[in-house]
C-alpha cells in the first residue's frame, strides 16, 4: 500500500510559477511509475504527467506540455510537478498518483492517489 501526500498548492497570478511535491507516507517510491492528475471545477478529472521508474522517461497533456516538468528524487522520496506560465484554466485540484505499471495518458486509472492539493491561478 502506498500512501501520498501533495504539498506546494497555492494561489497565484497568472504567469506565474508553482512546485507541487509528492511524498509517501511511510514507504518508498522506488519501482513505481509516478504521475500526475488534476481535476478542475465542475470537469473530469484529466491526465497531466507521468514519469518512469528511472526517471529517464516522462509523458505530458498536450495542453501542459512545455510548461510542466515532472521529476523524482528517489533519493529523497520525492516527486515534483514544476508548473510554469500559469493559466487560469490550470486552476484545479491536482493528485499525485502511483502505479507498478505504465501510466497512460489516457483510460487508465492509476491504483493509488492522494489526497489532492488546490492549485488557484488568477487572470
Known amino acids: 500500500q502506498v500512501q501520498l501526500v501533495e504539498s506546494g498548492g497555492g494561489l497565484v497570478q497568472a504567469g506565474e510559477s508553482l512546485r507541487l511535491s509528492c511524498a509517501p507516507s511511510g514507504g518508498t517510491f522506488s519501482g513505481y511509475v509516478m504521475g500526475w492528475f488534476r481535476q478542475g471545477p465542475g470537469k473530469e478529472r484529466e491526465f497531466v504527467a507521468t514519469?518512469?521508474?528511472?526517471?529517464?522517461?516522462?509523458r505530458y497533456a498536450d495542453r501542459v506540455r512545455g510548461r510542466f516538468t515532472i521529476s523524482r528524487d528517489d533519493t529523497k522520496n520525492t516527486v515534483y510537478l514544476q508548473m510554469n506560465s500559469l493559466k487560469p484554466e490550470d486552476s484545479a485540484v491536482y493528485y499525485c498518483v502511483a502505479d507498478q505499471q505504465w501510466i497512460p495518458t489516457t483510460g487508465y486509472k492509476p491504483r493509488y492517489w492522494g489526497q489532492g492539493t488546490q492549485v488557484t491561478v488568477s487572470s
Open positions: 514519469i518512469g521508474r528511472s526517471g529517464a522517461v516522462a
